[in-house]
Each structure stands twice: as C-alpha cells, then as structure tokens.
C-alpha cells in the first residue's frame, strides 16, 4: 500500500480563530471539514495508512477531525514545513504521498492514477502540473527519496523539499499533466472563503 502524510503543522493565522482545515469545503450541501474530505479522498484513491501532522495549532486541528487516522505531533514545527513533513515520514515505509493542508486534492481518478505512477520508472517523485505549467502537490515520494529526506534531518541538515527537488533530472521528477482544474489556493480569510462558495454556486 501507499501511504499518505497530510501535513498540517502551520499556524493558519490568516484565516482567524478557526484553522483553515476545519472549513467546511466550499461546495453547495458539504457538510464535512477540509480535512475530512482530503482523508476521504485520498482513502477511495486507495492511500493508506493516512498520517496528519500537527504542529503549531493542534487542539483547533484536531476539533474538526472526525475520522480514524494515524496522529504524530512537531514538536519543531515553528522551523518550518520540512520538519513537519520528516515527523510524518519517521514511521512510513515505501512511497507515500505528501499533501498539505491547504492542498485542493484532485479527482479520485487523477490520485489512483498518481498512485501507479510510483510503481514504474525511475520517478524519485511525481507532481502533477496544469496547462500552464503551475501544480506539484500532491506530491508523491518514493520511498528511498523519502528516506533520503529523513536521514538529512536526522544529520541536522537544513533544507527545503522545493530545494531538492530542483535537484532532480526530469526522469527523476516527472509532472503529470491535466486539465486545469478550479483550485483555492489562497483561502486564508473569511471573505475568500465565501468568495470561493459563491463562485462555486454561480458555476452550478
């Protein structure tokens, strides 16, 4: 199987009181938080286990989480988001993918499709990347790549996950292209937040 880390270490300061992973998705009738519909998503994909990384604002994250999934917790998550993502990775073995919080999943199609990916070829790391050559997350790590990166950490080496993988040929990171798709990227205040919904209700 391969496993998933959603990263979710950060502050979330922007998007007031409430951590931005405990919105309601922006979709006409969704009930469930952000982070129920990413665990649910990448479980149909067939990711599993599902680990999410808590960080700076735990207690808030953890309200809005309403299913079954492996917990770990940064102690040194105000470092930044590659300590996040190494204390997701120090028990998975394999390829896993790593998501981040904020991250608008593809279709369950795109994430299967993403899956297989890692099973041929010599992909160290698999993006995906949209007709105007934006995208990368949900990225998927092989798992020597991932063991490369924990063992960086463990050394002490300070480092960016961008930073590494520029360091990658293009066989060894490879880009899936699709369709672009509508995104949220920035949805860090109440106001984008609805901005979104009504956008999303007009295209109904």
Request: proline share 5%; aromatic share 4%; net charge positive.
């Amino acid at each position: 199987m391969t496993a998933a880390v959603i990263v979710a270490g950060g502050r979330s300061a922007r998007s007031g009181r409430q951590h931005k992973s405990c919105r309601r998705f922006p979709v006409p009738g969704e009930r469930r938080t952000w982070l129920d519909r990413q665990v649910d998503q990448l479980r149909r994909a067939g990711f599993a286990p599902v680990t999410v990384v808590t960080g700076l604002r735990p207690r808030r994250l953890l309200s809005c989480l309403h299913r079954r999934v492996r917990l770990r917790h940064c102690r040194t998550a105000r470092s930044g988001p590659f300590h996040t993502l190494c204390a997701g990775l120090g028990n998975v073995r394999g390829p896993v993918l790593h998501v981040q919080s904020d991250t608008v999943l593809p279709h369950v199609p795109l994430l299967r499709r993403l899956r297989h990916s890692g099973k041929r070829g010599r992909a160290v790391a698999t993006g995906l990347r949209d007709q105007r050559g934006h995208g990368g997350h949900p990225l998927l790590l092989s798992g020597a790549f991932a063991g490369k990166l924990l063992d960086m950490f463990r050394k002490g080496g300070e480092t960016r996950l961008d930073r590494e993988l520029r360091r990658l040929s293009a066989q060894e990171y490879v880009r899936i292209p699709v369709r672009r798709q509508i995104g949220h990227p920035r949805l860090d205040s109440r106001r984008a937040w609805h901005a979104a919904r009504r956008k999303l209700k007009a295209l109904r």
